[in-house]
């Protein structure tokens, strides 16, 4: 199994840099990632506003996928997710959603122990352990690893973790692959700017898909399907990521646009990724057991 070290870090997803990695299709490749602020915190005493604010959300790449080209898309399955031992969170004046009401930066070191990530002495958080940072280079000019989009990037979701499959569309031939920023833990919407930030290691396997096509990251796993859509509002992000989960399920039944759309209020799901990065994150949800009722089965 291939490998490829935390110092290989990138700050911005793009078409410019070169691969650190070569693999093939089929290949399965460890990945070690620094957390998202390339652990300059170690300690509560540490004066946060004096790390390096340029040195955020690093990413740990590219990776290079021989086979796989503009056009197709780009299958990555998380077979493993390991997380240190020691996680932090931070949040100051005119970050996050309550920014405005904090007057100083302040940090938190979080002590990973017994399965769970401890806020104090009296609060165990049970882990979910997930990536934040994911994706490829997009097309055009290079897009930093802390916002998100089409390619990837920042998504913040929590259930990019173990056991799940995600679909990339690919814009340049090799994808140019890149991953960082886990988090012990994280809520919907990371309120604050920080989920529990921590160090780790990745084990993904990587697969393509040839003629077919999406136009935003998709997420598989046992609950169902999940498309996730970056933009300036959640408004648009929700209607974009309804709309285009309707195309893409439609040629995969007998339905009709109307009938699709009743079902999708039936059992469809909106649902807020992260709302504090220059571009909010939201997912439209397909269950399961839907897609199995319909005989859906995508990029077969």
């Given at each position: 199994m291939k490998s490829l070290a935390k110092d290989q870090a990138i700050y911005a997803f793009s078409s410019h840099h070169e691969p650190v990695l070569y693999v093939q299709v089929g290949d399965t490749v460890e990945i070690e990632t620094y957390d998202c602020f390339t652990d300059q915190i170690q300690?509560?005493?540490?004066?946060?506003?004096?790390?390096?604010?340029?040195?955020?959300?690093?990413?740990?790449?590219?990776?290079?996928?021989?086979?796989v080209e503009a056009g197709d898309?780009?299958?990555?399955?998380?077979?493993?997710?390991?997380?240190?031992?020691?996680?932090?969170m931070?949040?100051?004046p005119e970050l996050g959603v309550m920014g405005h009401r904090l007057e100083e930066m302040t940090s938190k070191i979080i002590p990973i122990r017994d399965g769970k990530a401890w806020f104090s002495e009296k609060i165990?958080?049970?882990?979910?352990?997930?990536?934040?940072?994911?994706?490829?280079?997009p097309e055009g000019e290079p897009v930093s690893c802390g916002t998100p989009g089409s390619h990837g990037g920042n998504m913040d979701t929590k259930w990019i973790t173990e056991g799940a499959t995600l679909y990339f569309p690919v814009h340049i031939d090799g994808a140019l692959f890149g991953l960082g920023d886990f988090h012990a833990a994280m809520g919907d919407g990371e309120v604050s700017v920080s989920g529990i930030e921590v160090p780790g290691k990745a084990t993904v396997t990587f697969d393509v898909v040839k003629g077919h096509r999406s136009d935003w990251p998709l997420?598989?796993?046992?609950?169902?399907?999940?498309?996730?859509?970056?933009?300036?509002?959640?408004d648009e992000a929700i209607k974009i990521a309804t709309e285009e989960m309707i195309d893409l399920l439609l040629p995969h039944t007998e339905l009709s646009v109307s009938d699709l759309t009743m079902l999708m209020s039936a059992v469809g799901e909106t649902q807020?990724?992260?709302?504090?990065?220059?571009?909010?994150?939201?997912?439209?949800?397909?269950?399961?057991?839907?897609?199995?009722?319909?005989?859906?089965v995508l990029f077969d």
């Open positions: 300690s509560a005493e540490q004066e946060v506003t004096a790390i390096d604010w340029d040195a955020i959300n690093p990413a740990t790449g590219p990776i290079y996928v021989e086979g898309l780009l299958k990555v399955r998380i077979d493993k997710l390991e997380i240190g031992t020691q996680g932090v931070v949040t100051g165990g958080l049970p882990l979910n352990p997930m990536i934040g940072v994911i994706g490829v280079a997420l598989e796993n046992e609950h169902g399907i999940y498309l996730l859509v970056s933009a300036l509002t959640l807020i990724s992260q709302v504090v990065d220059p571009l909010v994150t939201a997912r439209f949800f397909v269950p399961r057991h839907l897609l199995e009722s319909l005989g859906v």
